[in-house]
């Protein structure tokens, strides 16, 4: 219903005429008539309702239901009418979650109420709303999209009349697929040495927009060190060891050596380019400007009574955030352990089993990386810190949920901003997470490719509609 165009991460109406707050609870989405699903269905406030249902009904541990935790209810008085009854007034993020992966609508004619529904099902059903429609798919592999005539939305049409999407297993027969031509773009999966290498080459150009992702490790309160359900549970040695860790990581050499500058080190939960973003971790941590201190992480330790070495099971995935995610584990086990104060057990899984692991307390602390839902600086917040959090790692701060709950109901900007600046500070002492590296949205294309560089904005949307040749 809400969608940014390209080169703006502001929500604006795409599907819809208008959308609005008619009372601090009710958001109310008015929908262009007339508009239909590529299979020949109408489009109507039917459809948004049962999406919205569905996505709660459903609430999949890797989905996106948690960015819906303000929602009461969905109501559909007419067939162009929308209201969201939220459960917080003024909700500041709203109409920026419309904008997000838990907003698509989706045909009530094909698919679920209350279960995932399949790739055959959903291309079968000619399930489609947006630019292109799918012809043809073959699951990880290829997806092949053709421009949808129904569309009457905010991007217009797109700009080219059809699109092939090719899956790589490895980055290196991509970067090789992209000199010889044979693929027009590649986006986010290049290591830091493909990009380097390609930038000296003449048929092919490096486009870098605005970076909101960040990499980081996650700590199950439960199972990690001292945690709550070992055997030697203890909350103070277990926060001794999560901030040993913290003195001991140089991020910095990681960013250099590992990725070669296309990721920045991260003292912060919230990355650089967003309001309310500090660095409370450059302070509190290490040698107090960003880089490690193996005495001050000594001394974290003695002084809650922790034995060393600590042995740590991490584990990391070497699939789903790039192939240097290897090197960049095998730096921080060599950081930590040079420190002689941990014992480092790394392990690696493949994403399929991973994201499902990493949920069901498998692993006492392990890799993740984040690409917002939206642009604000709340999407590295509630998603993180709340109580029903998507990480599911047993950790719970009543004062952060609090301070997160009112931020986002804030309508003073500076009230907001200084909010968002204490969640930070707060979250810096218990770290329940512990942010490494934020990157930058690299795209390679052909040189005969135009609009690679318009769709690089701070909605982090690749608009495939965009390009063409």
């Known amino acids: 219903m809400l969608n940014s165009a390209a080169g703006s991460a502001d929500p ?73 009854k939220l459960k917080l007034g003024n909700d500041q993020t709203f109409p920026q979650v419309l904008t997000s992966p838990v907003g698509p609508i ?139 860790m913290a003195d001991s990581i140089d ?51 003695a002084d809650a009574g922790v034995q060393t070495p600590v042995t740590l099971d991490l584990q990391y995935n070497p699939d789903h955030y790039g192939s240097s995610s290897g090197d960049e584990y095998a730096a921080i086990k060599a950081q930590l352990e040079a420190t002689k104060l941990f014992t480092v057990n790394l392990q690696s899984t493949e994403w399929v089993s991973y994201s499902k692991q990493r949920t069901a307390d498998a692993y006492p602390m392990y890799q993740l990386g984040w690409f917002p839902d939206y642009s604000d600086a709340d999407n590295y917040l509630t998603p993180f810190f709340s109580t029903d959090n998507f990480l599911k790692n047993h950790y719970s701060n009543t004062a952060v949920q609090d301070m997160i709950t009112e931020q986002l109901t804030m309508n003073d900007p500076a009230k907001r901003t200084q909010l968002i600046e204490d969640i930070q500070t707060a979250e810096a002492k218990d770290l329940s997470t512990l942010p490494l590296l934020q990157g930058a949205q690299v795209a390679v294309s052909n040189v005969k490719v135009n609009g690679t560089k318009d769709t690089l904005d701070a909605s982090f949307k690749f608009r495939l509609g965009v390009l063409s040749k």
Do not use: C, H
């Open 12 to 84: 604006k109406p795409d599907i819809a005429e208008s959308a609005d707050f008619t009372s601090p609870t009710e958001y109310t989405v008015k929908l262009k008539a007339g508009l239909k699903w590529a299979n020949g269905s109408e489009l109507d406030s039917k459809d948004v309702k049962f999406s919205f249902d569905r996505q709660l009904k459903i609430n999949d541990v890797n989905g996106p239901a948690t960015l819906l935790a303000n929602l009461d209810s969905v109501e559909a008085p007419d067939a162009t009418t929308v209201v969201f």
């Open 251 to 301: 991020r910095a050499k990681i960013a250099d050596q590992v990725y070669k500058g296309t990721y920045l080190p991260l003292y912060s939960y919230v990355p650089a380019g967003f309001t309310g973003a500090i660095e409370p971790l450059k302070a509190d941590y290490g040698d107090g400007n960003g880089g490690p201190d193996v005495a001050k992480a000594t001394k974290a330790l």
């Open 106 to 244: 989706v045909d009530d004619s094909v698919f679920s109420a209350d279960a995932i529904t399949t790739d055959e099902d959903i291309i079968k059903g000619k399930a489609f709303g947006g630019q292109f429609t799918i012809d043809s798919f073959k699951k990880n592999e290829l997806i092949a999209f053709n421009k949808n005539p129904e569309y009457k939305g905010l991007l217009g049409p797109a700009k080219s009349d059809s699109v092939t999407m090719k899956y790589y297993a490895d980055s290196n027969n991509m970067k090789l697929d992209v000199q010889k031509g044979n693929i027009d773009v590649a986006w986010r999966s290049l290591t830091a040495t493909d990009i380097e290498s390609l930038k000296s080459d003449k048929n092919v150009k490096v486009d870098i927009g605005p970076g909101g992702e960040i990499r980081y490790i996650v700590f199950n309160f439960d199972t990690m060190p001292f945690g709550a359900k070992t055997a030697d549970a203890d909350a103070a040695k277990s926060l001794a060891v999560r901030q040993a």
